[in-house]
């Protein structure tokens, strides 16, 4: 079954970075499209960036583009995520994923920005 385990996360002052790491296991992470997704306080969950199998094309959303590196590993079936330049807004706790049908959500790593 899927699995993903979220770590990495903590708390930042505005400005600082942070490096998100997902362990997944299950199946078949080369062959997946993968994402991070994050879940602010009180609101929906949002998908953040993603990655395709040849660990090279990525898509962000605009309000992490040129903060936000996604990158994966094929054969540790790792997905990372490099933060820098967080902001209170990018408070969340953040989850990885299979882009398409993503399931059994792991617990995710929270990420709080705050002087």
């Known amino acids: 079954q899927l699995q993903f385990v979220e770590s990495g996360g903590g708390l930042v002052q505005p400005g600082g970075s942070l490096r998100l790491l997902c362990a997944a296991s299950g199946f078949d992470f080369g062959l997946e499209i993968m994402s991070w997704f994050r879940q602010a306080p009180g609101k929906e969950r949002e998908h953040v960036a993603a990655?395709?199998?040849?660990?090279?094309?990525?898509a962000y959303i605009e309000s992490v583009k040129g903060r936000f590196t996604i990158s994966r590993d094929n054969n540790k079936k790792m997905l990372y995520l490099q933060m820098t330049g967080l902001t209170r807004e990018d408070t969340a706790v953040y989850y990885c994923n299979r882009k398409n049908n993503p399931d059994s959500w792991g617990q995710g790593t929270q990420v709080t920005v705050t002087s």
């Open positions: 990655i395709r199998t040849n660990g090279v094309t990525t």
